[in-house]
């Protein structure tokens, strides 16, 4: 979603800024724009549409050492060159970059602000108004940008410049996510240090309702009543080849490919001196306390959550419950006495999840992130933390943080069940380490997977992926892998409830991808694949090694049954890919998505 970066040293700060944009552009956004100060004031560039846009418009004659930057996501207000940051105060003195949402912007607007001409139809205007009106009134930039603050209800990430003092950005974060990064002579801002990891690793990480004072030499952080905070810098490991593509044509392509090695990589991190894969000591203790679990995640996280439950379930013996974050909120079923709330997130920053989990903080109960960023919002508010140790993951699509987070819930499950002297009767270490095995092979089957999507999905209208058990779960992943990415209207079914109804919608043709993995509902997959065969539907088998029949179109090697989504999902995966590829769209920044989703 919206991203911010900010420059002040001695280089002009233009490249620098466009550059980091370029690597947030991978979150998904709809416009785009620069401010840069100099002695002669400052300078605003923005555009609709892509940064190369941008970039074009940006006058490489204006020369300035200092500048904020964003990229937009709309929520209020269309996509416009207008609507984009950075916004200007009305006398133009206050230049304001703004992530998340100012949700009383319109109260305001009314109280504090009536008189004011705004340009946009943004919430972030207010902020910039209000900064000027005190100013205006008498107070120094500091503290009315302190005092504007105070009276913000929402999310912001805000880099903000003032034309007469260009020496300075003011920073401040509130629930979005926010970077200072230190350099010899310079500092940066970004809302993810991968923006600006070209030119620094050292971060210092900003809480919310902070504000940072960032000079050329200095960066002051300060609480919102302005006492100083002192807060030591951390180093950011991230490599460039791990947010750089490569030889790959896309992200998504490279990320499937590296499954492989993340489930290695998991399975090193969790191994402990004996060779089992297991979980620091205190996230073990909360699952044996705990008499329920809430699987609380959206969209690719869900679907991984839906999987965790079936591994917690049956190897530990928790009851669990699955929930989509947005609907949570206000629709908070009876919860048991002693809940544990596992919130699964690969950006660790989605917003409808944080709002569950500032919930649940308040009714005093635990709380575990699975996530893949170390130091992400969801991380470091919940009691507990594991790591998915899956290297960023850039495409919008999500690919190996779902197949990470599988593979780490079953470990969570695996060592639960050792802690409640359950006995499992199969060496999760070792069927990893086939699954990463098995992985490999699949990937490196591409242009058996280009052949099915040019036979399914090169001109379909719609496609149906339909399992029953887990299988059912994997496809849904597969529904929503090609929707996003193909715009193909895609559902995934549970096999037996077609006949429900949906079953209406099958014509000549129509393509039902059906996973076949388990060997308790093959009989039933495949009595539903004759059935929508009888009303003309195309059918593609993925089916899995042992339980494979003639016909089946791809036959996966075998795997652990409890671990079939991990394999299976990878064809689905490429599959959905190969069909964006056909289909010529925009596989790494697919329309309206983006990568992550901080605002409710
Ligand atoms: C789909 C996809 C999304 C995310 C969802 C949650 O490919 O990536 O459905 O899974 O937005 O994001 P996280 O996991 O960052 O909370």
């Not at 905070?229 to 590296?258: C, F, N, Q, W």
């Not at 709380?367 to 470091?380: A, D, F, H, P, Q």
């Not at 429900?500 to 014509?507: K, M, S």
Request: with cysteine; aromatic share 6%; net charge negative.
């Amino acid at each position: 979603m919206c991203g911010i970066v900010g420059y002040i040293g001695k280089e002009d700060s233009k490249e620098i800024l466009l550059r980091g944009l370029e690597k947030l552009e991978y979150r998904g956004y709809d416009s785009a724009g620069i401010a840069v100060a100099n002695e002669n004031g400052v300078h605003v560039f923005k555009e609709k549409g892509r940064i190369a846009s941008l970039r074009e418009s940006v006058d490489a004659n204006v020369v300035a050492p200092v500048g904020i930057g964003h990229t937009r996501w709309a929520t209020h207000g269309v996509p416009s060159k207008v609507n984009s940051h950075p916004h200007q105060s009305s006398s133009q003195r206050f230049t304001l970059v703004h992530n998340g949402v100012i949700e009383n912007y319109d109260h305001i607007k009314r109280d504090y602000l009536q008189g004011v001409t705004f340009q946009s139809e943004t919430d972030t205007e207010v902020v910039v108004q209000l900064i000027e009106k005190f100013v205006k009134e008498g107070q120094g930039v500091e503290e009315a940008f302190r005092g504007a603050l105070k009276l913000l209800k929402g999310s912001y990430a805000i880099g903000l410049l003032d034309e007469q003092n260009p020496d300075i950005i003011f920073v401040a974060k509130n629930k979005s996510p926010l970077l200072v990064g230190l350099g010899e002579g310079f500092n940066v801002v970004a809302s993810d240090a991968m923006a600006m990891i070209q030119v620094t690793n050292q971060y210092v990480e900003l809480i919310d309702k902070e504000i940072v004072i960032v000079t050329r030499e200095s960066v002051t952080i300060k609480n919102l009543e302005g006492t100083v905070v002192e807060r030591a810098p951390y180093t950011a490991e991230l490599d460039m080849s791990d947010i750089e593509k490569g030889t790959y044509p896309h992200y998504m392509l490279k990320e499937i490919d590296e499954q492989p090695l993340v489930i290695r990589k998991i399975i090193s991190n969790y191994q402990n001196e004996n060779g089992e894969l297991t979980v620091d000591g205190d996230v073990r203790q909360a699952m044996v306390d705990t008499d329920r679990i809430y699987i609380i995640a959206a969209g690719t996280s869900y679907h991984a959550g839906l999987v965790g439950k079936q591994y917690i379930e049956k190897l530990a013996k928790i009851p669990v419950e699955v929930h989509i974050s947005s609907e949570f909120s206000y629709n908070m079923p009876l919860l048991s006495e002693k809940p544990l709330f596992v919130f699964i997130s690969q950006s660790g920053e989605t917003a409808d999840s944080r709002a569950v989990l500032v919930q649940v903080k308040e009714m005093g109960f635990k709380s575990l992130t699975i996530t893949n960023v170390k130091g992400s919002t969801l991380s470091r508010e919940a009691d507990y933390t594991l790591l998915l140790h899956a290297g960023p993951e850039i495409a919008v699509a999500s690919t190996k943080a779902y197949t990470a987070q599988i593979s780490v819930l079953a470990i969570l499950a695996r060592d639960a069940a050792r802690a409640k002297g359950i006995e499992v009767d199969f060496d999760l270490s070792k069927e990893l380490g086939i699954v990463a095995s098995v992985m490999e092979t699949l990937c490196d089957d591409k242009e058996e997977m280009e052949q099915i999507a040019r036979e399914y999905l090169a001109t379909t209208r719609n496609c149906f992926f339909i399992g029953r058990g887990i299988d059912y779960y994997v496809g849904m992943e597969g529904a929503l892998k090609l929707k996003e990415i193909s715009y193909i209207q895609a559902e995934g079914f549970a096999g037996g409830e077609l006949k429900h109804g949906t079953i209406a919608l099958i014509e000549d043709g129509t393509p039902v991808i059906s996973i076949a993995t388990q060997e308790i509902v093959n009989l039933g997959i495949r009595g539903n694949v004759k059935e929508v065969v009888a009303r003309g539907a195309n059918p593609c088998i993925i089916s899995m090694k042992g339980l494979e029949e003639a016909d089946d179109r791809y036959v996966v090697p075998a795997v652990h049954e409890l671990l079939t989504p991990l394999v299976s999902v990878i064809p689905v995966q490429l599959i959905s890919y190969y069909a964006a590829l056909h289909r010529e769209c925009d596989v790494d920044k697919p329309r309206n998505l983006a990568k992550s989703v901080t605002v409710e």
